[in-house]
């Protein structure tokens, strides 16, 4: 088969879409279909062999967040090439509803598009704001998926139409298999997230840290993710320094090796996302996970049965968890076996076949009939209308 997919967000910035895109593309690869990625990027950026730059991306406000997005009549000239030269037997749109290549995209490519929705926000006036000038291109759309309920919730309340709920992909044994570093080891807790965002929460973090260190004056803080370190370092206030380590932007295998180093990964994100990827991979790499009760994170949590949950923004609950946790090695063990078995529906095995599904039953008519007869409502939840 002949994929093509599209990126919204810069290729260069690294994030969970275009983490997601990546390993999708190389998942179907590796079963022999043709992959081609449609995706910004600064002309100096390297790039994988199916990925074709559509240009330097903009920094642009988006869903509490800074997007790096492509859009403009050169973009969408790129778009027109991209998809006359890849002759496709289906376009993968992710995000068609921001202003980037994913709408372009729509307005353009002719046959089967399935378009994937990573967003949740239940309160998007741009997306209702929008919604006028998206109805046309949102039309064109095959099949519809959504990265979780939450995502999906939005899709429905702001576009109308309906998704097959598909979750992000993870390789667990990339991470399972990873080895971990000594000196990542004994009292540590993990954070990894772009630290000058605050919606990532390491503010909250931090605000948690003394009572922590109150209680278990051992224990360091391992921060990674892109930002300004020393602007960070200067925040802390001096006796906590030396407990803090930032290990700034690291690579996917240092990523892995933290997550299997650690005693406790916590995730303090305060709102804005549709389904939590580091959870995934923490639990992949045996990591007990302590999170923000954020509705996203408590489904990818199993509702705190496969890691556990503390209230949103609240630095005190944060610290009387992990305290708790650190001094339990019991309780870790047990959420590490748990997040070991629950995130095995999280691996590519599970989610590409899925997302392969949903090519086929676009791409192929009797495919499509024959999945109606044995599964009544499909094509209804993939958003698709009857002949």
Same mark, same amino acid.
């Given at each position: 088969m002949?994929?093509?997919?599209?990126?919204? $967000?810069?290729?260069?910035?690294?994030?969970?879409?275009q &983490?997601?895109?990546?390993?999708?593309a190389? $998942? &179907?690869?590796?079963?022999?279909?043709?992959?081609?990625?449609?995706?910004?990027?600064? %002309?100096?950026?390297p790039? !994988?062999?199916?990925?074709?730059?559509a240009g330097?991306?903009?920094?642009?406000?988006?869903n509490g967040?800074v997007a *790096?997005?492509?859009?403009?009549?050169i973009?969408?000239? *790129?778009?027109?090439r991209?998809?006359h030269?890849?002759?496709?037997?289906?376009?993968?749109?992710?995000?068609?509803?921001?202003p980037?290549?994913?709408?372009l995209?729509?307005?353009a490519?002719?046959?089967?598009?399935?378009?994937t929705?990573h967003?949740?926000?239940?309160?998007?006036?741009a997306?209702?704001?929008?919604?006028?000038?998206?109805?046309?291109?949102? =039309?064109?759309?095959?099949?519809?998926i959504?990265?979780?309920?939450?995502?999906?919730?939005?899709?429905?309340?702001?576009?109308?139409?309906?998704?097959?709920?598909i !979750?992000?992909?993870?390789d667990?044994? &990339?991470?399972?298999?990873?080895?971990p570093r000594?000196e990542?080891?004994?009292?540590?807790?993990?954070f990894?997230g772009r630290? %000058?965002e605050?919606?990532?929460?390491l503010?909250?973090?931090?605000?948690?840290?003394?009572k922590?260190?109150?209680? *278990?004056?051992?224990?360091?803080?391992?921060?990674?993710?892109?930002?300004?370190?020393?602007?960070?370092? =200067?925040?802390?206030?001096?006796?906590?320094?030396?407990r803090?380590?930032?290990?700034?932007?690291?690579? %996917?295998? %240092?990523?892995?090796?933290?997550?299997?180093?650690?005693d406790?990964?916590?995730?303090?994100?305060?709102g804005? =996302?549709?389904f939590?990827?580091?959870?995934?991979?923490?639990m992949?790499?045996?990591a !007990?996970?302590?999170?923000s009760?954020?509705?996203? &994170?408590?489904?990818?949590?199993?509702?705190?049965?496969?890691?556990?949950?503390?209230?949103?923004?609240?630095?005190?609950?944060l610290?009387?968890?992990?305290v708790?946790?650190?001094?339990?090695?019991?309780?870790?063990?047990?959420?590490r076996?748990?997040?070991?078995a629950?995130?095995?529906?999280?691996?590519?095995?599970?989610?590409?076949?899925?997302i392969?599904?949903v090519?086929e039953?676009?791409?192929?008519?009797?495919?499509?009939?024959?999945?109606?007869?044995?599964?009544?409502?499909? *094509?209804?939840?993939?958003?698709?209308?009857?002949?």
């Amino acid at each position: 088969m002949r994929i093509g997919i599209v990126c919204p $967000y810069s290729w260069d910035v690294p994030g969970g879409v275009q &983490f997601h895109i990546r390993d999708l593309a190389e $998942y &179907f690869i590796r079963l022999g279909h043709e992959v081609s990625v449609l995706a910004p990027a600064d %002309d100096d950026t390297p790039l !994988p062999p199916y990925v074709v730059s559509a240009g330097r991306a903009v920094p642009v406000p988006y869903n509490g967040s800074v997007a *790096r997005l492509n859009f403009g009549f050169i973009s969408a000239a *790129r778009v027109r090439r991209w998809l006359h030269d890849g002759a496709f037997d289906v376009v993968h749109i992710h995000e068609p509803s921001s202003p980037s290549l994913g709408l372009l995209t729509c307005w353009a490519a002719q046959g089967p598009i399935v378009a994937t929705f990573h967003t949740s926000n239940p309160r998007s006036r741009a997306m209702v704001a929008a919604y006028a000038i998206l109805q046309a291109a949102l =039309e064109k759309i095959s099949a519809r998926i959504a990265v979780s309920e939450y995502a999906r919730r939005t899709l429905v309340e702001h576009l109308g139409g309906d998704a097959v709920v598909i !979750p992000n992909g993870v390789d667990v044994d &990339f991470f399972a298999k990873a080895e971990p570093r000594p000196e990542w080891q004994h009292d540590t807790i993990g954070f990894i997230g772009r630290i %000058d965002e605050p919606r990532k929460g390491l503010p909250v973090l931090i605000k948690a840290l003394p009572k922590i260190l109150a209680a *278990r004056p051992q224990t360091r803080l391992l921060v990674a993710g892109r930002g300004d370190e020393e602007e960070a370092v =200067e925040k802390l206030p001096q006796e906590m320094r030396s407990r803090v380590e930032f290990l700034g932007m690291v690579s %996917d295998e %240092d990523k892995a090796r933290l997550l299997r180093s650690v005693d406790l990964y916590v995730a303090p994100n305060t709102g804005g =996302e549709s389904f939590g990827i580091i959870l995934v991979e923490a639990m992949s790499a045996g990591a !007990p996970v302590l999170a923000s009760d954020l509705d996203a &994170f408590a489904q990818v949590l199993h509702q705190g049965a496969a890691g556990e949950l503390f209230a949103n923004e609240d630095a005190d609950a944060l610290a009387e968890a992990a305290v708790r946790l650190l001094e339990d090695p019991g309780r870790r063990a047990e959420l590490r076996a748990r997040g070991s078995a629950h995130v095995r529906r999280f691996d590519w095995s599970t989610v590409g076949a899925d997302i392969l599904s949903v090519y086929e039953t676009v791409t192929d008519g009797t495919t499509a009939v024959a999945a109606d007869e044995r599964t009544p409502g499909l *094509r209804a939840r993939l958003g698709l209308a009857r002949d």
